[in-house]
């Protein structure tokens, strides 16, 4: 059985073109409800993203619920069976951009916060919605900007639920409780351009720097750790030459990315590739860019609750995971002592015919409301 009123709003936001950083009135349509159940809300606007921050309660602990109404763009519209801006059930499913990453996410926060408000409106601690525009592009103005605001007025942030979109093959089978970090380079190796047939008036930049990328390719950077996979570097784009069969180019430009575990450093990965570099003489530039800190929340009282309420709701065991790519919990971290992400299943998110099983809204939201339950009943 699918929830009427996540169903509804589900739909009312998919409807609206959100593409990043645009909002199209979605946080609008989610504070007029949130405010009608006692939130006091309030828009931040950085640059060109909308923000909204919405809060019932003035006491401890503070449980937020962490999203962005922002979507991708959808691709070529004839490969949709349908407008991915006109919701569409079929065959069991609801299609449209944003149906799984995120807004039937957000609808079910919100619903969830207005049941557990109904049912229980002298609630200890407080409810907090922290949604913004700017997470699927640059995610310079969107939640990294609120969490400053919030810092800067000493809002403490005790649990945050990130509705990414999480489970792999059933509603319920992976939580989220932490990322791996990003940290990209681009290698300019200098040389010196001259004719293929005489190379010792040349110094060929791809020759020099084939040993360093063979050695930066097998370095065990670390073993990981209980929630952590190995560092990893890979290489991303290679560009040399002129085009030209019959010179030895000039300079050689290298892009990687590590995605890092909390068992390395940015800076300790840093220092390494400088010493491998140096130890081959290259000759070189490097510019870095830290896409993100890696985040971990160990198993606590957040990852308790959301399990207990995915068992309870679903008869599924989760697993902890920290797979994937960044997200804001990045950010939310820096303020927060557990962050966990749980949304429905990924398989289709930025996909033509994006989507999510119909028969899954209800439950997601049940889940988000009995975490509220364990987390904010009977604690004062």
Not at 175 to 193: A, D, F, M, T, Y
């Amino acid at each position: 059985m699918t929830d009427a009123a996540v169903l509804a709003l589900t739909k009312d936001l998919i409807s609206r073109p959100s593409v990043t950083p645009a909002d199209h009135g979605c946080q609008e349509v989610l504070a007029q409800r949130l405010q009608n159940s006692g939130f006091i809300c309030e828009s931040l606007v950085f640059g060109d993203t909308a923000n909204l921050w919405a809060r019932r309660g003035s006491t401890q602990p503070l449980l937020v619920f962490a999203g962005h109404t922002d979507v991708v763009p959808t691709g070529p519209l004839d490969h949709w069976d349908s407008d991915p801006f006109a919701p569409t059930e079929r065959n069991g499913n609801l299609y449209g951009r944003g149906a799984a990453d995120m807004k039937s996410s957000i609808a079910a926060f919100v619903v969830a916060a207005e049941e557990f408000v109904q049912r229980h409106p002298h609630h200890a601690g407080s409810i907090g919605l922290l949604i913004t525009a700017d997470e699927e592009g640059p995610a310079t103005h969107g939640t990294i900007k609120v969490c400053e605001a919030l810092a800067r007025r000493k809002v403490q942030l005790d649990y945050c639920i990130v509705g990414e979109p999480t489970c792999v093959n059933s509603l319920g089978d992976t939580i989220k409780n932490g990322r791996r970090g990003s940290l990209s380079g681009r290698l300019h190796v200098k040389g010196k351009q001259g004719h293929v047939a005489y190379p010792h008036l040349a110094r060929n930049p791809i020759h020099l720097l084939a040993p360093a990328l063979a050695e930066l390719v097998t370095v065990e950077w670390d073993a990981g750790n209980e929630y952590f996979p190995a560092t990893s570097f890979q290489a991303s784009n290679l560009h040399a030459g002129t085009g030209a069969t019959n010179v030895v180019p000039g300079t050689a430009a290298l892009d990687f990315n590590f995605r890092f575990s909390t068992a390395s450093t940015p800076e300790s990965l840093k220092n390494r590739v400088h010493g491998i570099l140096q130890k081959h003489k290259l000759d070189y530039d490097l510019d870095w860019n830290l896409g993100g800190q890696p985040f971990l929340t160990p198993k606590g009282k957040l990852s308790t609750a959301l399990a207990r309420a995915i068992l309870h709701e679903t008869g599924v065991t989760s697993e902890l995971s920290t797979t994937g790519g960044t997200s804001d919990g990045r950010f939310i971290a820096g303020i927060c002592p557990q962050v966990m992400e749980f949304g429905p299943i990924n398989a289709s998110i930025h996909q033509v015919n994006e989507h999510i099983r119909l028969d899954t809204l209800e439950p997601l939201k049940n889940i988000y409301r009995h975490t509220l339950e364990q987390l904010l009943l009977d604690i004062a």
